[in-house]
């Protein structure tokens, strides 16, 4: 079965400044998302990436897929408290379009004012 | 436009009691899967349901069982409660045949005492 590898697993940053979380699969990826969860609270969808290559940007975050497709990262530039939280990655087995979701364990980001 | 609902919102049993939790889908979606998810761990798929039939499942035992009914609503029903199966149970969304995100709700805290 297919497991994703979040790094760091914690991160602790100034507001304002640049950080990554990495994302890395046993096998290849078809479908990454990602995902923002506020401490016990349900999943907030940020982003999805289907093709080797694909970058997308919303706001102040980025998130690539690599050309392998067996990694993903999820770059927050400048940060603000207001990214603080719980980012997880989750990935579809196979090709199939439907079907259940592996995440990694989360990264928690805390971000001091 | 509703999002994914979940309800109760929190809920405190005994050892070998027997629960059910509900959901109600994003307005257009006809998929319900359901994760749990462990204090510090990343969701763990359940189960999902479409055209009201368990069309996937992760490993959980059979003490977990799940209903779809036909405006898509779904409910997940534990039996024999034990300690373990404390955490946060998540419900999500989604459009049957794409890969199109899955929407979560908020989530039911369940306590075993």
């Known amino acids: 079965s297919q497991e994703l590898e979040q790094s760091p697993q914690s991160l602790i940053v100034q507001e304002g400044k640049n950080l990554t979380i990495n994302c890395t699969s046993s096998k290849t990826l078809y479908g990454l998302y990602w995902y923002k969860q506020k401490y016990g609270e349900g999943l907030i969808f940020l982003m999805m990436l289907q093709k080797g290559g694909e970058e997308k940007s919303h706001e102040k975050i980025t998130a690539k897929l690599d050309e392998k497709k067996q990694q993903s990262s999820l770059h927050i530039t400048a940060s603000q408290p207001s990214h603080a939280g719980i980012y997880l990655c989750?990935?579809?087995?196979?090709?199939?379009?439907?079907?259940?979701?592996?995440f990694g364990q989360g990264t928690i980001l805390t971000v001091h004012p | 436009d509703a999002g994914v609902t979940q309800s109760p919102t929190h809920l405190i049993k005994t050892r070998g009691q027997q629960v059910t939790l509900r959901c109600s889908p994003k307005?257009?979606?006809?998929?319900v899967s359901w994760y749990q998810q462990a204090l510090g761990q990343g969701p763990q798929f359940i189960f999902q349901?479409?055209?009201?039939?368990?069309?996937q499942r992760g490993n959980f035992p059979d003490r977990f069982s799940g209903h779809q009914f036909p405006n898509y609503s779904s409910e997940l029903n534990v039996n024999a409660l034990l300690l373990g199966d404390s955490a946060l149970y998540l419900c999500?969304?989604?459009?049957?045949?794409?890969?199109?995100?899955?929407?979560f709700g908020d989530g039911t805290r369940l306590s075993i005492l």
């Open positions: 307005s257009g979606h006809d998929t």
């Open positions: 999500a969304s989604s459009l049957g045949q794409s890969n199109q995100p899955q929407h």
């Open positions: 349901y479409y055209e009201e039939e368990e069309r």
């Open positions: 989750g990935a579809k087995q196979g090709g199939t379009s439907y079907g259940k979701l592996t």
